[in-house]
Nanobody, 124 residues
């Protein structure tokens, strides 16, 4: 059974930082590109960042330069370091695994597996 378990969410003031983690189990980690998505109340789930097995990355314009995605293949874990947080970053953040090789596949419908999410609240 595939499981993606996010952690690290919380409340932070604008300008602060948080680091999210996503631990994967039940899948061959090297076979999947990993992504972070987020969903704010009343909004659709949107792509945030993606990373390949080799560490190539791709970011949404809204987080480029502030967020960093990384992965530890030995630990089957993907991370999202979030710096210079803004109120508009407030959302539930989801980890996703996709068998799509291209990092530019960013549609939520193209993901194979999802975590349950972790809430990030940024106060201004």
């Amino acid at each position: 059974q595939v499981q993606l378990v996010e952690s690290g969410g919380g409340s932070v003031q604008a300008g602060g930082s948080l680091r999210l983690s996503c631990a994967a189990s039940g899948l061959t980690f090297s076979s999947y590109t990993m992504r972070w998505f987020r969903q704010a109340p009343g909004n659709e789930r949107e792509f945030v960042a993606a990373i390949s097995w080799r560490g190539n990355t791709y970011y949404a314009d809204s987080v480029k330069g502030r967020f960093t995605i990384s992965r530890d293949n030995a630990k089957n874990t993907v991370y999202l370091q979030m710096n210079s947080l803004k109120a508009e970053d407030t959302a539930v953040y989801y980890c996703a695994a996709s068998s799509a090789v291209s990092l530019y596949v960013t549609g939520a419908n193209s993901m194979n597996y999802w975590g349950k999410g972790t809430l990030v609240t940024v106060s201004s």
